[in-house]
């Protein structure tokens, strides 16, 4: 099948190159094109384990290709996909200028049937926008040319995004069209392996169940950080916790993890804008206001711990932290714990020597030469010196360390877990003061 991507972000680069690589033909369209040159040029303009062959193999197979021409991209594919940023706006709903832009360029360049899918993260009403928009724009050229509009909202994570969308738990798909039903049926054959894996709805359910699948997340995780912190009071260990109704099927183990909160281009960003919908709906979420709340303070625990241990008052000292990224393997820092935290330190006079794995050309480029902020070659060299050690992203290379050599190099042997990684009885022996999230300092 011919397919345009619109946007190619981590959405719109990963789905265009999946669906090229079990056999369609994909045209990706971006407006930046210094992305479109980067993607031209063989590289690709995000950190994403695997992409990068995966886009160069089907680019040299000739089914997948770049361009910043609006018209050929529309022309392109029978299917358009819109996959464009929804970031959010002043008062916490989804911007939706983007896709608006998209629905419109469609209709100014479409001249036969196309399939529009939203594949961006949507309020519930938006396709009918998007229909709405393009039938506008086909009627001030004075055509009228048959289209459908279609909601796929996509559930991949960063770091994980290829296996997930080559192997989805679910493709949701809202329509109430049998012909886009057919053609998205078809396009997703390759990706059902042994079980159907379609769930088709009307299209105000899909916009919804988006939010809902994120929101349900984001609430396991508030509930698993409040729960923490009551633990450390009561003597109890969050880890045994979790292990213990994580066993139940009803709970299962996923997203049970405490830590020092939530963030990315997703969760924090549609949490919000659920609670702006539900506002407005008047129809208000109780429970996500406060999984908000929670998610906030906990950004700032590992601060909290840190002034409990060493006062408010940091002129002078010196922290090591490790982990940048909102997650291991990936370069994204939007909406990450390490930066509260950072900008904390700094408020309270403090310097910071960060490591990253690949993170560190992304906080570059926020934070420039910041004079407070030191950025390490090494896991190890962030710690001379250091007064303490703030760990923050469990990235796999942090997990089995070099204890003594760490505590050779600190000042002095502290340090705030934000990842439980370490065992606090191990810590103990090692000779650490160790404070993790939810467990026994
Ligand atoms: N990042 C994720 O893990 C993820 C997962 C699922 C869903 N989503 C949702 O998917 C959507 C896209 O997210 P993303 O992370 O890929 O965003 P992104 O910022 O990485 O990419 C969006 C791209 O769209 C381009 N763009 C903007 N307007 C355009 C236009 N009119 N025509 C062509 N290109 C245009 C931008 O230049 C950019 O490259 C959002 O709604 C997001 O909530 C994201
Ligand atoms: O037990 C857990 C699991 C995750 N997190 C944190 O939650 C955030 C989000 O993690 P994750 O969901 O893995 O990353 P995203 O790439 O943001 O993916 C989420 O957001 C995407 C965009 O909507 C969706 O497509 C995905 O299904 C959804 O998992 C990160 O800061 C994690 O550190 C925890 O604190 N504890």
């Known amino acids: 099948?011919?397919?345009?991507?619109?946007?190619?972000?981590?959405?719109?680069?990963?789905?265009?190159?999946?669906?090229?690589?079990?056999?369609?033909?994909?045209?990706?369209?971006?407006?930046?094109?210094?992305?479109?040159?980067?993607?031209?040029?063989?590289?690709?303009?995000?950190?994403?384990?695997?992409?990068?062959?995966?886009?160069?193999?089907?680019?040299?197979?000739?089914?997948?290709d770049f361009t910043t021409d609006i018209a050929a991209a529309v022309q392109f594919g029978d299917i358009q996909f819109i996959a464009v940023g929804t970031p959010p706006d002043e008062d916490g709903s989804a911007d939706l200028q983007y896709v608006l832009d998209a629905a419109r360029n469609i209709g100014r360049h479409m001249n036969g049937f196309k399939l529009?899918?939203?594949?961006?993260?949507?309020?519930?009403?938006?396709?009918?926008?998007?229909?709405?928009?393009?039938?506008?724009?086909?009627?001030?050229?004075?055509?009228?040319?048959?289209?459908?509009?279609?909601?796929?909202?996509?559930?991949?994570?960063?770091?994980?995004?290829?296996?997930?969308?080559?192997?989805?738990?679910?493709i949701v798909i809202g329509t109430d069209s049998e012909r886009a039903t057919q053609l998205l049926r078809r396009l997703y054959a390759p990706f059902q392996r042994n079980h159907e894996r379609l769930v088709v709805m009307d299209v105000r359910s899909a916009e919804l169940t988006k939010y809902a699948a994120n929101a349900m997340l984001a609430t396991r995780i508030s509930f698993m950080n409040e729960l923490a912190l009551l633990a450390e009071k009561l003597g109890a260990d969050i880890e045994r916790v979790r292990q213990?109704?994580?066993?139940?099927?009803?709970?299962?183990?996923?997203?049970?993890?405490?830590?020092?909160?939530?963030?990315?281009?997703?969760?924090?960003?549609?949490?919000?804008?659920?609670?702006?919908?539900?506002?407005?709906?008047?129809?208000?979420?109780?429970?996500?206001?406060?999984?908000?709340?929670?998610?906030?303070?906990?950004k700032r625990i590992l601060v909290e711990k840190l002034k409990s241990r060493f006062g408010a008052q940091l002129d002078g000292r010196r922290f090591a932290l490790w982990g940048l990224a909102f997650k291991p393997n990936t370069d994204d820092?939007?909406?990450?714990?390490?930066?509260?935290?950072?900008?904390?330190?700094w408020a309270m006079g403090?310097?910071?020597?960060?490591?990253?794995?690949v993170a560190m050309p992304e906080t570059r480029r926020l934070y420039g030469e910041h004079p407070s902020l030191m950025l390490a070659p090494h896991p190890m060299d962030a710690l001379r010196d250091a007064d303490a050690l703030l760990i923050v992203t469990e990235w796999k290379a942090f997990r089995s360390a070099d204890f003594a050599a760490m505590k050779a190099l600190l000042r002095q042997p502290v340090i705030f877990d934000g990842r439980n990684l370490y065992d606090p009885a191990t810590m103990r022996r090692e000779g650490f003061e160790y404070f993790p999230i939810g467990r026994q300092a």
């Open 1 to 64: 099948m011919k397919i345009t991507l619109i946007g190619a972000g981590y959405v719109g680069l990963v789905t265009g190159t999946c669906l090229a690589e079990v056999g369609n033909n994909v045209l990706c369209l971006d407006v930046d094109p210094h992305k479109i040159a980067t993607l031209k040029s063989g590289g690709i303009p995000i950190y994403e384990p695997g992409l990068e062959d995966m886009v160069r193999r089907n680019v040299a197979a000739g089914r997948l």
């Open 333 to 345: 820092m939007r909406e990450a714990p390490s930066r509260v935290i950072m900008e904390a330190l």
């Open 244 to 298: 213990g109704i994580g066993s139940d099927p009803r709970i299962g183990y996923h997203f049970l993890y405490a830590g020092c909160g939530y963030g990315g281009s997703c969760f924090p960003k549609d949490v919000q804008a659920l609670r702006r919908t539900a506002r407005e709906y008047g129809a208000p979420l109780r429970i996500l206001d406060a999984v908000e709340t929670a998610n906030e303070a906990q």
């Open 350 to 357: 403090a310097t910071v020597a960060a490591y990253d794995p």
């Open 116 to 170: 529009v899918v939203d594949k961006s993260t949507v309020p519930v009403g938006t396709a009918d926008r998007v229909r709405a928009t393009i039938a506008e724009t086909l009627a001030s050229r004075g055509l009228e040319v048959d289209f459908c509009v279609a909601s796929n909202p996509e559930f991949l994570k960063e770091g994980a995004a290829i296996n997930d969308f080559m192997s989805p738990d679910r």
